[in-house]
């Protein structure tokens, strides 16, 4: 079955849109505009983005720091993204957050300094859906390295046991920072893992946005008709290196092109110029309104002021 | 002879000669065999995989593993990549780690190092960021390293490696680009001795890691106006040197402590409290304690300097300790 043509163009655009961001955010961290590092998904793009286009707004999302996709998907604005990054008073936190996109009232949940941290909140945002029987559904997305992380096991023991609405995501990307995810991680499959207590999973082509959004969407109506949590282990590769202080080198040459050659944002071009609902001025007029869109945003983020230094007084308690 | 190599390459040289010199010396962490910081890039060529072992994300199983190891004969150095995320291993450092030792009568030993680069160097946020090595003073069995030179790190840590005891060795992450002159001889520090950073008679400045070089800049300063601080850099949090900040301050009689960690329960919480405890007929004024702000610390820039104590404020409290600030 095919995604209808709208979602579909949805879907595109915001992985243009996750690119050319993760594109200019590279370019303002290394001429030291961004004060923080970055961490890019390219390659990638399709397993953040498909994941959140059939969650509701409301639903709950608990992202990576590798998570412009996801971020962009779930409704985040590049604006809101670049102020937070550059540190900036016009920031949702007003300087606080940096990296740690958040953004609870579209459902953008906090995103852990430490890996693995937010097994266990996940795990509470679904508790709470189900008992306040609020129907939302909660993601947590994590890459395959986080799943060594010890509050996994008891999130999927939890989400079993009380059949929480509850959808783990695995973006098993291959890397774990510098390193092949082999050489830290006992098997080729982090999802089977899942099975073994009780959480149905489905292993899926994360370059697919047609099967990404497909495996989301029969896991989100599975939690809320009740039916528990689900795994989705989506395998794809990131051609970029850990973050923009890594100079790389680790990578195979010919494993980056070959992952190339599967890019999902090439793949959902030709599935849409193939089914006649894109063609070359369509995407001429796309390229430019997003990068206008991106700029826009640079702009903003650099002309806005930074916080003032006596708020740091405030918000230490409730 | 001595040569100026960054805090980087006094730790690699320290792993290094420790590793040639005992077999039993193993390196732990994540991706320590690339080394994110350096501080243990490379040595998987030198001693190979099973010496130098990247492990799966799950700090508290990793410092679990180096001490089953540490009591069954090996020596493992565990590294911890922020020391943000030694609190994910709480349990095993403050239950199990420094106790086992006394609750097994001796029998047991844990001779291991926990390294772990840390502290505020701008644009890494609240989990990235923060100087936790007060936290480590409170569990028992510990040891806590906090050196602020190449020379010290690397003499520090070959004495931490040869220690019987778990040891918490600290990395402030704006010193470790930092150089300094560090002999080419073979050296050691032992720990729980402090090192006069500066020579004064006013006002004695306690200061560790990241906090000695604001110190002397703030000592410079005082100099200017007739002020003679004494910068004093315990190096070790625990076992502290209580001996050589006394003498110091027999001179001076007036105290102040920086930390860029929380003040609230922090290093200087503690000193100040000896200091009144043992020192109350040398103290002409009351302790200043200065230390980070009792909050998260925020990611941007300007707000995040703002939490840490800078070397103006280290001024004005040595003016405050001597009565001569309104
Ligand atoms: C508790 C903790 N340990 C270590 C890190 C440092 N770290 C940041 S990203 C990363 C690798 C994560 O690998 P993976 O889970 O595969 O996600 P990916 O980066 O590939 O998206 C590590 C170890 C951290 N942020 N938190
Ligand atoms: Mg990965």
Redesign the pocket.
């Known amino acids: 079955m095919a995604l209808d043509h709208d979602t579909l163009k949805d879907l595109y655009r915001k992985m243009v849109t996750v690119r050319l961001l993760e594109k200019r955010v590279e370019q303002l961290v290394m001429a030291a505009r961004i004060p923080c590092s970055g961490?890019f998904?390219l390659g990638q793009e399709a397993v953040g983005v498909g994941v959140c286009g059939p969650l509701r707004k409301e639903d709950y999302l608990f992202g990576?720091?590798?998570g412009f996709a996801e971020y962009i998907g779930k409704g985040m604005t590049p604006a809101e993204i670049l102020t937070e990054y550059y540190g900036k008073a016009t920031s949702l936190s007003r300087g606080r957050l940096g990296q740690h996109l958040l953004k609870p009232e579209i459902g953008v949940m906090p995103l852990p300094?430490?890996?693995?941290?937010e097994f266990g909140m996940a795990v509470g945002a679904a508790l709470s859906s189900k008992l306040r029987g609020s129907g939302r559904v909660t993601v947590n997305l994590?890459?395959?390295?986080?799943?060594g992380?010890s509050d996994f096991g008891p999130a999927l023991e939890m989400a079993s046991l009380w059949r929480l609405p509850l959808i783990f995501v695995c973006?098993n990307?291959q890397?774990?920072?510098l390193a092949h995810?082999r050489e830290v991680v006992a098997t080729e499959d982090i999802a089977p893992r899942a099975g073994a207590y009780g959480v149905p999973y489905e292993i899926v082509d994360g370059n697919d946005i047609t099967l990404v959004y497909q495996a989301t969407e029969r896991a989100a109506s599975r939690a809320r008709q009740g039916g528990g949590p689900t795994f989705l282990e989506f395998k794809t590769y990131?051609r970029c290196t850990?973050y923009t202080g890594d100079p790389g080198g680790y990578q195979p040459k010919e494993e980056i092109a070959a992952w190339a050659q599967k890019d999902p944002i090439d793949r959902c071009r030709r599935l849409m110029m193939a089914q006649g609902l894109w063609t070359a001025a369509d995407e001429q007029a796309m390229l430019e309104a997003v990068s206008a869109e991106i700029e826009a945003a640079v702009q903003f983020a650099e002309e806005s002021p930074y916080p003032d230094v006596s708020t740091i007084y405030e918000h230490i308690y409730a | 002879m001595s040569r100026r190599i960054t805090f980087i390459q006094a730790v690699r040289e320290a792993f290094q000669e420790e590793m040639r010199r005992d077999g039993s010396i193993i390196i732990l962490g994540?991706?320590v065999r690339k080394g994110v910081f350096a501080t243990t890039s490379k040595l998987v060529d030198e001693f190979g995989p099973e010496r130098v072992i990247n492990t799966p994300?799950a700090?508290s199983a990793i410092v679990g593993a180096a001490i089953g190891a540490a009591m069954t004969g090996l020596r493992p150095v565990v590294q911890i990549?922020?020391s943000d995320?030694t609190y994910?291993a709480m349990e095993m450092i403050a239950n199990q780690a420094g106790q086992w030792h006394y609750i097994s009568d001796g029998v047991l030993k844990t001779p291991m190092v926990i390294e772990t680069p840390g502290g505020a160097r701008g644009g890494a946020g609240y989990g990235?960021s923060q100087s936790v090595e007060a936290t480590f003073i409170h569990p028992p069995g510990l040891k806590v390293v906090a050196a602020s030179t190449p020379y010290d790190a690397k003499g520090l840590l070959k004495s931490a490696i040869r220690d019987d005891n778990p040891v918490l060795f600290f990395e402030h992450r704006r010193l470790l680009t930092q150089r300094g002159e560090t002999p080419q001889e073979e050296y050691t520090i032992p720990l729980g001795r402090a090192d006069i950073k500066r020579k004064g008679t006013d006002v004695t400045v306690v200061a560790y890691s990241a906090s000695i070089p604001k110190a002397l800049i703030a000592a410079e300063r005082l100099s200017q106006q007739g002020i003679e601080v004494e910068v004093v850099d315990p190096r070790t949090l625990v076992p502290l040197d209580k001996e050589t900040i006394f003498a110091s301050l027999q001179k001076t009689y007036h105290l102040v402590v920086v930390e860029e960690g929380r003040r609230r329960g922090g290093f200087g919480a503690e000193l100040a409290a000896i200091a009144v405890e043992e020192w109350f007929d040398y103290l002409d004024a009351p302790v200043q304690r200065l230390g980070g702000l009792d909050a998260p610390l925020p990611y941007s820039p300007v707000l995040e300097t703002a939490c840490l104590p800078s070397a103006d404020d280290i001024v004005h409290a040595v003016l405050r300790s001597l009565g001569q600030e309104v």
């Open positions: 961490h998904g990576t720091h590798r300094s430490s890996l693995g941290s994590f890459g395959e390295g986080t799943a992380q973006n990307n890397y774990v920072e995810y990131r850990h | 994540e991706d994300i700090e990549m922020f995320f994910m990235h």
